[in-house]
């Protein structure tokens, strides 16, 4: 009965955690929530640490959950770009490793946490440097050399440098603050289970669709090639300026133009293809979001009723988790904010 249990809590928490990275970000927008970025990036790793504890530590159900949550995000979020997959399967392939090798969940939790949101950190610098280059940094250089001059600092250090290490610094601080909180979860939630109480009833909410665009057709790729090759062989003709704005934009055709559409090209026969092997097991994920998605508002609302500021941002994700683990065959839940 216990296995049992734990399997449907794993199918929840995978389908949750696809919910996550197909479409949380864009439903916090709509209900006007602060930060949502920087709250979706450790939403993931809560889930993961919480897979990890419901599996006990088993690779093979959290790689499978991953492959889900990959599938879900491209059956769900085609739009999404390169990057966002690559971000999805290092936490998905960190956590199973960590959780695995070492034994201690609280341990465990915090470092993994650490490096997710570093690597999520040091991800959006790379994305940077690439779409500007390296005069990016150099014009911060450039632009308070001065300052270092006028209040006679220490210049050793390029500004640039402190500026990724205060961004990186916040990130693990972050992650930090994330971990300790993923290492009480479970325990939380077990004695919150005492506390339901039927004075909320949480009912289904209307399903948002996002389309979007295709893109990629011959004629705007051969534009974008032919774009790309005259920047770089006319570069020495342009001023410093305005080659870094020609640059950008080469650098965005190529990412936009090419290099995404390709990669979904590349996603949908992959998808089509591992969807024939693991269908049985993806479909019930892909049907489980509408409801997971009608527990979002809600859960806002609850956890606004009792707190305002951060506080508010643990109860609303501790809420969820809790709604979507009450699994209710009547497609309502009943359920009181809790001290989170």
Same mark, same amino acid.
């Given at each position: %009965?216990? !296995?049992?249990? @734990?399997?449907?809590?794993? !199918? =929840? $928490?995978?389908?949750?955690?696809?919910?996550? +990275?197909?479409?949380?970000?864009?439903? &916090?927008?709509?209900?006007?929530?602060?930060?949502? /970025?920087?709250?979706? *990036?450790?939403?993931?790793?809560?889930?993961?640490?919480?897979? #990890?504890?419901?599996?006990?530590?088993? %690779?093979?159900? &959290?790689?499978?959950?991953?492959? $889900?949550?990959?599938?879900?995000?491209? #059956? #769900?979020s085609p739009q999404s770009p390169p990057p966002a997959y690559i971000a999805v399967a290092f936490q998905g392939l960190i956590g199973t490793v960590l959780y695995r090798f070492i034994s201690n969940f609280s341990v465990a939790s915090i470092l993994f946490a650490i490096i997710a949101m570093l690597e999520s950190a040091l991800q959006k610098l790379l994305i940077m440097t690439i779409l500007f280059g390296k005069s990016l940094w150099n014009a911060l250089d450039a632009s308070f050399e001065g300052i270092i001059k006028d209040f006679h600092l220490p210049g050793d250090m390029p500004f640039s440098f402190w500026v990724i290490v205060i961004y990186s610094s916040i990130y693990a601080v972050w992650g930090l603050v994330i971990g300790i909180w993923v290492a009480g979860l479970p325990k939380k939630i077990n004695s919150y289970k005492e506390k339901l109480?039927?004075?909320?009833?949480?009912?289904?909410?209307? +399903?948002?669709? &996002?389309?979007?665009? =295709?893109? /990629?057709?011959?004629?705007?790729?051969?534009?974008?090639?032919?774009?790309?090759?005259?920047?770089?062989?006319? !570069?020495?003709?342009? @001023?410093?300026?305005?080659?870094?704005i020609l640059r950008t934009i080469a650098v965005l055709l190529l990412i936009f133009g090419i290099i995404n559409p390709l990669v979904k090209w590349l996603m949908q026969r992959w998808l089509r293809k591992t969807t024939s092997k693991h269908g049985k097991q993806l479909q019930p994920l892909l049907d %489980?979001?509408? +409801?997971?998605?009608?527990?979002?508002?809600? #859960?806002?609302? %609850?956890? /606004? =009723?009792?707190?305002?500021?951060?506080? =508010?941002?643990?109860?609303?994700?501790?809420?969820?988790?809790?709604?979507? $683990? !009450?699994?209710?065959?009547? *497609?309502?839940?009943?359920?009181?904010?809790? @001290?989170?």
């Open positions: %009965m216990q !296995q049992t249990s @734990n399997t449907r809590t794993i !199918q =929840r $928490l995978t389908a949750l955690w696809g919910l996550c +990275e197909s479409g949380l970000g864009g439903w &916090m927008h709509a209900l006007h929530i602060p930060l949502t /970025g920087f709250f979706v *990036g450790g939403f993931a790793v809560v889930v993961v640490g919480l897979l #990890a504890h419901y599996s006990r530590n088993n %690779m093979r159900i &959290m790689l499978q959950s991953l492959l $889900l949550v990959l599938l879900i995000k491209a #059956a #769900a109480h039927p004075d909320i009833t949480v009912a289904n909410a209307d +399903e948002h669709n &996002m389309g979007h665009k =295709r893109s /990629g057709k011959l004629g705007f790729i051969f534009f974008t090639l032919v774009f790309i090759v005259f920047v770089l062989l006319y !570069q020495q003709s342009f @001023n410093k300026a305005l080659y870094v %489980m979001l509408p +409801e997971l998605h009608s527990y979002i508002r809600p #859960a806002w609302q %609850m956890a /606004g =009723r009792k707190y305002i500021g951060p506080k =508010r941002y643990s109860s609303f994700l501790f809420l969820l988790i809790i709604l979507t $683990l !009450q699994d209710d065959s009547s *497609g309502h839940i009943h359920t009181e904010p809790a @001290n989170t």
